[in-house]
């Protein structure tokens, strides 16, 4: 057996005049699974589904406009420098899709969206993460199929192997290097896993799996980059990417350690007529994150619906 990944002989199929592509597929399945998992626990904490359904899609939208427009501005050269050809910014089907550009639209939008249905931002942004992560972490297989974004040479059992033409610029004589992809994918899937055994053991909620979420991706994110050896804009003597990685690290653990502090507990959920607190929720036998069953035969409450919430925690909450 070969001591090395091997790297798929093409990366597009044809239906008569339409391409394939395996970057697209990944994207796309990384999306329907998120989707299926963030449903299912926003079901669980008695939200309401077609606004969900609906903030999914446009956030969606808007975040896969968002990750491309951030691979734009930080491959500003390929597309306008000097040798730079500015309507291939327009060919997404080559790859480039910027993750942090993703995740900032994709939760403005949401945020915006919660405003218009008045509903927590932070439960929404709970609900969603470890589903987000499992999404990153499939999207990644993209880069398999293209065989872009690959680490540094390597002769480990696990090293990828690269074809000629795909190799950088300096390291032709290589042939095999470090899978980021799968370290990534690897990384964000343990993340969330990991978030999802938070959330049950220390009943986390309002907010503190989201920043949690980011985080985590943002400590496997900066140890990948170092890795990586593809050409990018090298700022303050970094990788440009790495400086919002950075960033997003710092913000994900002091956001985590502010609503540790200032909104504890996890997330209410609503049952029958109101919404439970989590005392009862325990006294109940439920687990965390898990909908006690009412014995009147009564509609889904949305969560935005429910009377007895205190309209200034939801505003705090929102904001």
Not at 16 to 39: D, E, H, K, N, Q
Not at 45 to 57: I, K, P, Y
Not at 151 to 167: F, Q, Y
Not at 199 to 222: H, P, Q, S
Request: net charge negative.
């Amino acid at each position: 057996m070969p001591l090395f990944l091997p790297s798929p002989a093409h990366g597009v199929w044809y239906l008569g005049p339409v391409p394939i592509r395996g970057y697209a597929m990944s994207i796309l399945a990384g999306i329907v699974v998120a989707f299926i998992l963030a449903r299912h626990r926003w079901k669980k904490w008695g939200g309401d589904t077609n606004q969900f359904e609906t903030m999914t899609l446009v956030s969606v939208i808007v975040g896969i406009i968002g990750a491309r427009i951030y691979w734009i501005i930080i491959e500003w050269p390929r597309y306008f420098g000097p040798e730079g050809t500015w309507y291939r910014m327009f060919f997404v089907w080559e790859g480039g899709l910027g993750i942090w550009g993703g995740i900032t639209f994709g939760f403005i939008t949401g945020w915006l969206l919660c405003r218009h249905y008045k509903i927590p931002f932070l439960r929404l942004a709970d609900s969603i993460a470890p589903a987000f992560l499992i999404a990153q972490g499939i999207g990644r297989l993209g880069n398999w199929w293209n065989q872009e974004l690959y680490g540094l040479p390597t002769t480990l059992p696990w090293a990828l192997k690269i074809d000629v033409e795909h190799r950088v610029a300096g390291y032709e004589q290589y042939a095999t290097f470090h899978p980021t992809f799968l370290y990534e994918m690897l990384w964000d899937i343990l993340g969330a896993l990991v978030l999802l055994w938070l959330e049950r053991r220390f009943r986390l909620g309002r907010g503190k799996v989201f920043a949690l979420y980011i985080a985590i991706y943002a400590i496997g994110r900066c140890w990948i980059e170092f890795l990586r050896i593809d050409p990018v804009q090298i700022v303050g003597g970094l990788r440009i990417n790495v400086w919002p990685t950075m960033a997003g690290g710092v913000v994900g653990i002091v956001l985590f350690l502010w609503l540790a502090k200032h909104r504890p507990g996890p997330n209410e959920i609503i049952v029958g007529d109101s919404e439970t607190e989590p005392e009862s929720v325990a006294d109940s036998g439920a687990g965390p994150g898990s909908v006690v069953d009412s014995e009147a035969e009564t509609a889904p409450v949305s969560v935005c619906q429910d009377a007895h919430r205190d309209p200034t925690d939801e505003a705090d909450e929102d904001g």
